[in-house]
């Protein structure tokens, strides 16, 4: 076992090492990254671990959404990510005859950002990699490899060597695999990855100085040639091309065929080609995302096609809903069962994104000029029903997250009508010393409980009873839009109709840290609700 010294790696002087953190994360991407930022604002003594020497270079995952904004601004680093991304652009459909035949481009913003934003990967992970510096208690040991581990009921025993060969023993509490679709940690555990037989191959093409006509993506459905066209920020645009199987990937990596595929794809000829690389893309999701006190996160976890750009925002989903859980249990706030819940609440999401990146490949490539057609045409139906064109253009179709079992009390709700388990939104609110700012600034990084109601005062206290002190929660309470005005520190006000709160006046919503709904209760059953809650924390202290 490592010994109580801290530990220097003779070939690295400029990391030292604690001999033991309460979690270790391998893999440095988006998806570790973001647990390591979040872990760090809960005070989490964290080791992460990545074998390669700095972040990425080349693009790689082009599109960020609201949630994993929201995800951002949880980790305190929101503003600098919007300043480099394109946000809300939408998707455009062609037909193989030039005709726009949908559209897909939502104005909605219910968890306080656009739904769709353009961002370049290798930028995010260096704002990721410099927001760690905010944390002493983080350790990032880029250049490391994680050679092997073994766990006991105590912990886990981590092989790691160092820059310029050599190893050296470093201890855990808990160790999540954000390693990749190649996972070590997810192979050691003998954990299989289970899926569609989906496997198609896309060249890509990156391109640089690419002054677009359009701000959105244009998909291009022509089963001759299936491509889409995808902005980014700083004049960037990528292309990607459906490889037919029977075609060499040579063949198309060749600069005159990949010159000849822009041309005739409406690419700005004054762009410069920075990449080009033929990818294979699965779906595919891992039977298990832990076992015992190892967890696998991001692509080490589930593989998904791009056509949905939701490969990365998975990832920092199963982040966002792993770091609080990991710091409730290390500071033993919550006990270990309640880990449990991250494979139960996060993998159905995963698979339910798999599959609709499946169908969405199926409009964008279609198999032949028929099912071309077809879809063109059922489209252009669609949008004579204005129910229908919503639908599709705010993204309606996009499954929400939802929990169905958890860290939650259910309300006995229809599926369909309840708040349990569910994003809460995030509108703007009014302060009462006039200020206008996002909801989740005024909630901290915990617990917290909003009392909607147009009696603020009344409603804060009837929150008052020690049974919610267990939870350290804050209590807010939030006034409807146009009911009167805040007063007081802990009122708000709506500033924007907030439609998935609509028929819930007089009603507490206790917010989890990754803004969940745990529970959500009449004011006048509170007290039943409390005791409830804590039978729930409880639960998660059972062997």
Known sequence: ?????????????????????????????????????????????????????????????????????????????????????????GSHYYSAAGRCFAKVQPTEQPFGYPRRNAFRQPVLERQLREGLGRFPQVTAAFGHALVSFQQSEGGVALRVTPPGGGEFEIACGYLVGCDGASSLVRRTLGIAMSGSSFNQRWLI??????????????????????????????????????????????????????????????????????????????????????????????????????????????????????????AAVVR???????????????????????????????VLAP??????????????????????????????????????????????????????????????????DGRSMPLDDMLGGGFSMIARSRRPEIALATLDAPEWDRLGARRIALLPRGAGSPSGPAIVQELEDVPALAGFDDHMFLLRPDRYVAACLPLAQIKSGAAAVSALIAGTFER
């Open 205 to 326: 093409v990156d391109l640089e100085n690419s002054l677009a006509e359009s701000p959105h993506t244009k998909v291009f459905c022509n089963p001759t040639r299936p491509c889409i066209a995808l902005p980014g920020p700083q004049r960037t645009r990528r292309y990607e091309f459906k490889l037919h199987p029977h075609e060499r990937d040579e063949d198309f990596l060749a600069p005159d065929a990949v010159l000849r595929l822009l041309e005739t794809h409406e690419a700005d000829p004054a762009s410069r080609i920075v990449r080009t690389a033929v990818y294979t893309f699965h779906a595919r999701l891992a039977e298990q995302w832990s076992r015992g006190r190892v967890f696998l996160a991001g692509d080490a976890a589930h593989l998904m096609p791009p056509f949905a750009g939701q490969g990365m925002n998975s990832g920092l989903r199963d982040a966002n809903n792993l770091a609080w859980k990991l």
């Open 367 to 432: 198999r032949n000029a028929w099912s071309a057609w077809l879809t063109e045409n059922l489209f252009r139906l669609l949008d004579l029903v204005p129910k229908a064109r919503d639908y599709i253009a705010q993204m309606k179709f996009k499954p929400a997250p939802r929990f169905a079992a958890g860290f939650l009390l259910p309300d006995g709700l229809s599926a369909r009508r309840t708040p349990v388990g569910r994003l809460f939104p995030q509108p703007r609110v009014l302060t009462g």
């Open 1 to 89: 076992m490592p010994s109580s010294a801290p530990i220097r790696s003779a070939s690295d002087r400029s990391v030292l090492f604690r001999p033991h953190y309460p979690v270790a994360i391998v893999g440095a991407g988006p998806t570790g990254l973001t647990l390591a930022n979040l872990l760090g604002v809960y005070g989490v003594d964290t080791l992460l671990l990545e074998r390669n020497a700095a972040t990425v270079h080349e693009p790689r995952a082009v599109s960020i959404d609201d949630e994993s904004l929201r995800t951002m601004q949880t980790a305190g680093l929101a503003g600098d990510v919007l300043k480099q991304t394109v946000a809300g652009y």
């Open 332 to 362: 033993g706030d919550l006990g270990r069962g309640l880990l449990a819940s991250y494979q139960s609440e996060r993998r159905d999401h995963a698979a339910a994104m798999i599959a609709l990146a499946l169908r969405i490949g199926r």
